[in-house]
């Protein structure tokens, strides 16, 4: 059997997947690189380094389940943000240089893709759809908050920039509040389990969405003031979340609004979208507004940072270049 070796290094975690020929996931390893308790994120020089120093695991993480000489096929790797002219980020070259220096010591393809494409592309295999070539999607992480317009070319995606934050990202949300209040950077899996122990209702967090544009910075904001009155952080955390709900929403029926809009299935990618308090509440909103409206929500595993879908697009790509020879 041959696979194909998917790698991504975004700006929180480095990654690293096999896929078979057949598109069977072989190997899905997530580790996240580490962020000094009390500080935000991460400096783009401070990750980078962390990323190269954990090559050689990466390299062992693949040679202890398969013999690359004799059965890699291709290999694939996140070379920038988004699938657009000057998306750039420092993190990506460290997934696609080191790609290209595996695949050419091999002899094999290379594939180069984004991150967001790959994050596309492990949604839509976990969640099991959308089925259509197009689709809406919506990108909720620390670096991103955008609703997509995607269509699937095959071997890739064709994204339209339909809405996004004016200010700060969801991810940058959900962590101020979070380290506020004490919690590790990034803080989405310890503010949820906070928030599961709140008083659902008992204060609440305006949310900001005009037209197709959203903001989080009058939330976190507002956030911090709670805290401030001597709220507690377990009624602080759920009303983050609901606030989270109420912004998506409005911005998906806004969506389904605009003139010209002729898809109804909506998927749901990014570190934020695997809360399973935000999935539940959405799924019950929405149910009540328009049941014609069909979301799809990435696996928890495959909503976060990941190389799966990194990988699966380099089978896509690799596909497509043997049947064309």
């Keep these: 059997m041959k696979y194909i070796l998917g790698m991504d290094t975004s700006c929180y975690t480095t990654s690293v997947a096999l896929v078979d020929l057949d598109g069977n996931v072989l190997l899905?390893?997530?580790?996240?690189?580490?962020?000094?308790?009390?500080?935000?994120?991460?400096?783009?020089?401070?990750?980078?380094?962390?990323?190269?120093?954990?090559?050689?695991?990466?390299?062992?993480?693949?040679?202890?389940?398969?013999?690359?000489?004799?059965e890699l096929a291709a290999v694939c790797a996140t070379c920038r943000?988004?699938?657009?002219?000057?998306?750039?980020?420092?993190?990506?070259?460290?997934?696609?240089?080191?790609?290209?220096?595996?695949?050419?010591?091999?002899?094999?393809?290379?594939?180069?893709?984004?991150?967001?494409?790959?994050?596309?592309?492990?949604?839509?295999?976990?969640?099991?759809?959308?089925?259509?070539?197009?689709?809406?999607?919506?990108?909720?992480?620390?670096?991103?908050?955008?609703?997509?317009?995607?269509?699937?070319?095959?071997?890739?995606?064709?994204?339209?920039?339909?809405?996004a934050t004016q200010d700060l990202h969801a991810g940058q949300f959900v962590d101020r509040v979070g380290v506020a209040m004490g919690l590790q950077f990034p803080a989405?899996?310890?503010?949820?389990?906070?928030?599961?122990?709140?008083k659902d209702g008992y204060v609440t967090i305006p949310f900001s969405v005009k037209g197709l544009t959203i903001s989080f910075s009058g939330p976190e904001a507002h956030a911090h003031r709670l805290l401030a009155r001597g709220i507690d952080k377990?009624?602080?955390?759920?009303?983050?979340?609901?606030?989270?709900?109420s912004t998506l929403e409005r911005w998906i029926l806004n969506a389904m609004d605009t003139p010209g809009m002729d898809v109804k299935d909506v998927l749901l990618v990014g570190g934020v979208a695997s809360s399973a308090i935000l999935r539940?509440?959405?799924?019950?909103r929405l149910k009540k507004r328009d049941e014609s409206i069909?979301?799809?929500?990435?696996?928890?595993?495959?909503?976060?940072?990941?190389?799966?879908?990194?990988?699966?697009?380099?089978?896509?790509?690799?596909?497509?270049?043997?049947l064309c020879k």
């Design 188 to 198: 989405g899996a310890y503010l949820e389990e906070l928030a599961r122990r709140g």
């Design 294 to 322: 069909r979301l799809y929500f990435a696996a928890p595993l495959f909503s976060r940072d990941n190389a799966v879908g990194t990988a699966l697009l380099g089978l896509k790509l690799y596909r497509a270049h043997h």
């Design 280 to 284: 539940q509440k959405l799924v019950d």
């Design 28 to 70: 899905s390893r997530q580790t996240p690189l580490e962020v000094e308790l009390g500080q935000r994120g991460l400096q783009q020089s401070k990750a980078l380094f962390q990323h190269l120093h954990r090559l050689p695991d990466m390299a062992n993480e693949v040679t202890r389940v398969i013999d690359p000489k004799n």
């Design 81 to 163: 943000p988004r699938p657009v002219e000057g998306s750039y980020m420092p993190v990506f070259m460290v997934s696609h240089l080191a790609g290209q220096a595996f695949a050419n010591m091999l002899g094999i393809p290379y594939y180069a893709v984004s991150h967001q494409e790959s994050h596309i592309q492990a949604g839509a295999f976990s969640a099991g759809g959308p089925c259509s070539q197009r689709f809406l999607a919506i990108h909720l992480s620390g670096g991103t908050s955008e609703l997509l317009k995607v269509t699937d070319t095959g071997t890739g995606f064709e994204i339209e920039i339909l809405g």
């Design 234 to 245: 377990e009624d602080v955390a759920i009303a983050v979340y609901n606030c989270l709900v």
